[in-house]
C-alpha cells in the first residue's frame, strides 16, 4: 500500500492551492483519511480528517479556509487551501487508516509535499 501526494507549491498569501493524495495497492477499506502539516522547527499538527462517511474535522486556524474531501471509489483525499497565510507554511502530509486485502489494519503516510505562502 502506498499514498502519494501532489500539488504543493509556492503562492502569495491570500492565494490557493489544491493538495491531492492517491492511496493504492491491496487496500480492502479506508478508514480515516487526513492532513498533516510539519513547519520547520515545529512538530507535525492534525490539519483536518475525513471520515468514511464524510465526517470531517479541522484545526481552529484553518476552519472557514481548508475543506478536506474524499472520493471513496478512487481512494483519494483532496485538501482545497484558500486564503492561505504565511503561516500555513509546511510540508503537508496525508495519512489514511485502512484496513489491507490481508486484514491488517495500519496507518499509512504520504511523503509530503512542500506548501510555502509568501508575504
Do not use: H
Not at 489494519?105 to 505562502?117: A, S
Amino acid at each position: 500500500v502506498q499514498l502519494q501526494a501532489s500539488g504543493g507549491g509556492l503562492v502569495q498569501a491570500g492565494g490557493s492551492l489544491r493538495l491531492s493524495c492517491a492511496a493504492s495497492g491491496s487496500i480492502f477499506s479506508i478508514n480515516v483519511m487526513g492532513w498533516y502539516r510539519q513547519a520547520p522547527g515545529k512538530q507535525r499538527e492534525l490539519v483536518a480528517t475525513i471520515t468514511s462517511n464524510d465526517n470531517t474535522n479541522y484545526i481552529d486556524s484553518v476552519k472557514g479556509r481548508f475543506t478536506i474531501s474524499r472520493d471513496n471509489a478512487k481512494n483519494t483525499v483532496s485538501l482545497q487551501m484558500n486564503s492561505l497565510k504565511p503561516e500555513d507554511t509546511a510540508v503537508y502530509y496525508c495519512n489514511a487508516d485502512l484496513t489491507a486485502v490481508s486484514g491488517r489494519r495500519r496507518t499509512y503516510w504520504g511523503q509530503g509535499t512542500q506548501v510555502t505562502v509568501s508575504s
